[in-house]
């Protein structure tokens, strides 16, 4: 009879494995999970700078024809309509990712002062500049998103 060694693991050698794994897994999972709504939140504050870049652009074009008129500015409402077609049109020239989307402008002294955005109504990540936000405020409203922007507080 000749002695053949069988190749392979063992059944305990492979539960070390698995237990090992699992453990790894529950401790990287949570870490990961911070990362993924840091970079929501960076997402939408870059898109918050690109709409005040927008905003600034059109302020600059527009005021050689007619200063836009303080107030906040909506993707859906302004102070006032005559004025706010031709703001929303640069805007959406400027910026056409804005469309259809969650975002307000704060004009004060012909310059904007601030802006948020958010990708839609639901999603609990409001980007605003020019301050930065650090976490997510779950329903915030526009309004609230630009006093944040431009004072730095909720």
Partial sequence: ??????????????????????????????????????????????????????????????DVVKPIPEGIYTDTSAPNDGDSTTFNKYIYEYFPKCQGKDWAVKIESDCPSGTAFRKNASDPYVGTYPTVNNESKPNVNMTNAIKYAVEGTW
């Fill in 1 to 62: 009879m000749t002695n053949k060694k069988m190749k392979g693991f063992t059944l305990v050698e492979l539960i070390v494995v698995i237990a090992i794994i699992g453990v790894l897994a529950a401790i990287l999972v949570p870490s990961l999970l911070g990362y993924v709504k840091k970079a929501k939140l960076s997402g939408a504050n870059s898109s918050a700078r690109s709409l005040y870049d927008a905003a600034m652009t059109a302020c600059r074009e527009n």
